[in-house]
């Protein structure tokens, strides 16, 4: 059993934003992975599938990002789930890398990313895989202009290349799912 976490805020308005890349990405691995829709549970959106011989649950939390560790930790309750930390994959936004570009680590520090730093205090652990999804810029803003700048939307050219990237990564992420070192070696060579 593999569990992938896309990370974002859960209003209507923060759909599109960079804050959201990893719900974004997560939302396209939902659209080819399964015909199914997400449930609504209480703490999050989740959805069970099949990838080759490999059951999939992909989870998007549906408290705020700040809390999407406790949100997290709450749904793996509700569904009894008791994953290994590295069955796990969190998809998100990162300042740290320039836009476009997409990263994968493992057993790594939140890096100051309050979303993935919730879910290392509520998994008690930072032993999980990550798939860092590139929204940085040369001159980063600093104060509100940050936060504005997070939760601005996808401009459409960059929309195309958020699409064109998941694509290309697309067959390392099913990689993963049986191979997470292998997977990580593509993506990052691709980057």
Do not use: C
Not at 7 to 33: D, M
Not at 39 to 47: D, H, I, V
């Amino acid at each position: 059993m593999k569990l992938i976490i896309g990370l974002g805020n859960p209003e209507e308005k923060y759909i599109k934003t960079r804050h959201n890349a990893g719900e974004f990405y997560l939302s396209k691995l939902r659209n080819v992975w399964s015909e199914k829709d997400f449930t609504e549970g209480k703490n999050a959106l989740w959805l069970e599938t099949k990838v080759g011989k490999e059951k999939v649950f992909l989870i998007f939390p549906n408290q705020f990002m700040n809390n999407s560790g406790e949100s997290l930790k709450k749904t793996l309750a509700n569904l009894k789930l008791k994953p290994k930390p590295g069955d796990i994959l969190v998809m998100h936004d990162d300042l740290d890398i320039e836009f476009g570009r997409i990263k994968m680590s493992f057993a790594r520090s939140s890096a100051g990313h309050n979303g993935v730093q919730s879910i290392i205090k509520n998994l008690k652990t930072d032993k999980f895989w990550r798939l860092r999804i590139g929204i940085g810029i040369k001159k980063k803003p600093d104060g509100k202009k940050m936060i504005d700048f997070i939760l601005k939307k996808f401009k459409p050219e960059e929309e195309k290349t958020l699409n064109k990237n998941f694509k290309d990564i697309l067959p390392s992420l099913e990689t993963w799912l049986v191979n997470p070192s292998r997977a990580m070696s593509e993506i990052n060579s691709k980057n």
